[in-house]
């Protein structure tokens, strides 16, 4: 479970070339304020194992081991690779809920694009360390044959104790007593690669946000930057995810914007829902 390399082809950190470094101007100590944390120039420990682990280990490990909607348009191919936009198009793209995930997918390329992006929300979130909600996600988002196949493999993995405890969380997967878990996948697009009637590949571009917020947390909430590739599978009267994969950017340049406060993180993931993305 050895994280990647995260230079990218532009031949320096993050895309810049450079690194850009502006010195703390308050002396609050907190961990987020002061002071702009560099532009990908050192990887805290949450980073390099934390989101890399978190999204490409864990699933990535695994792997190796409803009704459709009244209106839905019906299969339908796009042009695999080809930009769309993620504007409504009158295809209600969602018909209802498993648990919090929205299920019940339209049988078309934009109903594949839809259950990925969403899939990608929920693999990704904090509810994944928890045992219960685990479960839930597992059996929302993957195929009857992936979850007898891999289910076992990711309670192995968001289980193990020396994880959790290098990721600073308990052996229940919950945040230390003053602290928040932030685990949040925050998708920008997605695309077709490949799609057939009953199969379809889709890659998700997203941002990553993962750490704890709170006083004297060290390992700080941080972002990262990744393209998620799901084979899915149409069963059931739904798409479901096969198979996953994970390559890092593309990666924008950082602005010289000051961190915000261990306070405004934990605020922010208590007020701000996450969204249900669909085209």
């Given at each position: 479970?050895?994280?990647?390399?995260?230079h990218?082809?532009?031949?320096?950190?993050?895309?810049?070339?450079?690194?850009?470094?502006?010195?703390?101007?308050?002396?609050?100590?907190?961990?987020?304020?002061?002071?702009?944390?560099?532009?990908?120039?050192?990887?805290?420990?949450?980073?390099v194992?934390?989101?890399?682990?978190?999204?490409?280990?864990?699933?990535?490990?695994?792997?190796r081991g409803?009704?459709?909607?009244?209106?839905?348009?019906?299969?339908r191919?796009?042009?695999?690779?080809?930009?769309?936009?993620?504007?409504?198009?009158?295809?209600?793209?969602?018909?209802?809920?498993?648990?919090?995930?929205?299920?019940?997918?339209?049988?078309?390329?934009?109903?594949?694009q839809?259950?990925?992006?969403?899939?990608?929300v929920?693999?990704?979130?904090?509810?994944?360390?928890?045992?219960?909600?685990?479960?839930?996600?597992?059996?929302?988002?993957?195929?009857?044959?992936?979850?007898?196949?891999?289910?076992?493999?990711?309670?192995?993995?968001?289980?193990?104790?020396?994880?959790?405890?290098?990721?600073?969380?308990?052996?229940?997967?919950?945040a230390?007593?003053?602290?928040?878990?932030?685990?949040?996948?925050?998708?920008?697009?997605?695309?077709?690669?490949?799609?057939?009637?009953?199969?379809?590949?889709?890659s998700?571009?997203?941002?990553?946000?993962?750490?704890?917020?709170?006083?004297?947390?060290?390992?700080?909430?941080?972002?990262?930057?990744?393209?998620?590739?799901?084979?899915l599978?149409?069963?059931?009267?739904?798409?479901?995810?096969?198979?996953?994969?994970?390559?890092?950017?593309?990666?924008?340049?950082?602005?010289?914007?000051?961190?915000?406060?261990?306070?405004?993180?934990?605020?922010?993931?208590?007020?701000f829902?996450?969204?249900?993305?669909?085209?």
């Amino acid at each position: 479970m050895s994280p990647g390399d995260e230079h990218d082809s532009f031949g320096g950190v993050g895309g810049s070339g450079q690194t850009r470094t502006r010195l703390p101007e308050g002396n609050s100590g907190d961990v987020y304020g002061g002071a702009r944390r560099p532009v990908r120039s050192s990887r805290s420990l949450i980073t390099v194992v934390g989101v890399v682990v978190v999204l490409v280990a864990a699933i990535a490990f695994a792997n190796r081991g409803g009704g459709e909607p009244a209106d839905a348009a019906g299969p339908r191919a796009g042009t695999p690779g080809d930009t769309a936009p993620t504007a409504a198009t009158g295809v209600r793209p969602v018909s209802g809920k498993n648990g919090r995930i929205p299920t019940g997918y339209a049988h078309d390329d934009q109903g594949a694009q839809s259950a990925a992006t969403n899939y990608a929300v929920a693999l990704g979130s904090a509810e994944m360390f928890t045992p219960s909600e685990r479960g839930e996600i597992v059996q929302a988002v993957y195929a009857p044959s992936a979850i007898a196949a891999r289910a076992g493999d990711l309670d192995k993995v968001y289980s193990d104790k020396d994880f959790l405890s290098r990721i600073g969380l308990q052996e229940d997967g919950t945040a230390p007593q003053g602290l928040t878990f932030i685990s949040r996948v925050v998708p920008v697009g997605s695309k077709v690669e490949n799609y057939a009637e009953d199969k379809a590949t889709v890659s998700v571009w997203y941002s990553s946000l993962f750490g704890l917020a709170g006083e004297g947390s060290r390992n700080p909430v941080s972002e990262a930057w990744y393209t998620g590739s799901y084979e899915l599978q149409w069963v059931g009267g739904d798409w479901k995810v096969t198979g996953f994969s994970q390559k890092d950017g593309p990666v924008p340049v950082a602005r010289d914007q000051r961190a915000s406060t261990s306070q405004e993180m934990s605020d922010a993931v208590g007020q701000f829902g996450g969204f249900t993305y669909a085209r």
